[in-house]
Nanobody, 113 residues
Framework: QVQLVESGGGLVQPGGSLRLSCVAS????????MDWYRQAPGKQRESIAL???????LYADSVKGRFTISRDNAKNTVYLQMNSLKPDDTAVYYC???????WGQGTQVTVSS
């Protein structure tokens, strides 16, 4: 089991930026694929970004070119840099470990003027 704790959400104006962080417990983080999901009100949870242990990345079309996933193995942390935010990006954002099925508690991102 992996414990995941997200932070960095908040209220931002359209066109603004936020960086989310997810700190993972356990010594095996560097060997673990991690991903970010989001869930908007009334919608299903969707996968938006993934990073492999050797930092290969994959993005959903909806965020490609605007969001960047990265990791710092020394800090057991995965990041999601979000730029050019739009109101449609408003959602609860979750950190996830596909290998264990563990989820973070989620962090709210609201994009509004």
């Amino acid at each position: 089991q992996v414990q995941l704790v997200e932070s960095g959400g908040g209220l931002v104006q359209p066109g603004g930026s936020l960086r989310l962080s997810c700190v993972a417990s356990g010594p095996s983080f560097r060997f673990t694929t991690m991903d970010w999901y989001r869930q908007a009100p009334g919608k299903q949870r969707e996968s938006i970004a993934l990073i492999t242990p050797d930092s290969n990345t994959l993005y959903a079309d909806s965020v490609k070119g605007r969001f960047t996933i990265s990791r710092d193995n020394a800090k057991n942390t995965v990041y999601l840099q979000m730029n050019s935010l739009k109101p449609d990006d408003t959602a609860v954002y979750y950190c996830h470990c596909p290998q264990t099925g563990d989820w973070g508690q989620g962090t709210q991102v609201t994009v509004s003027s």
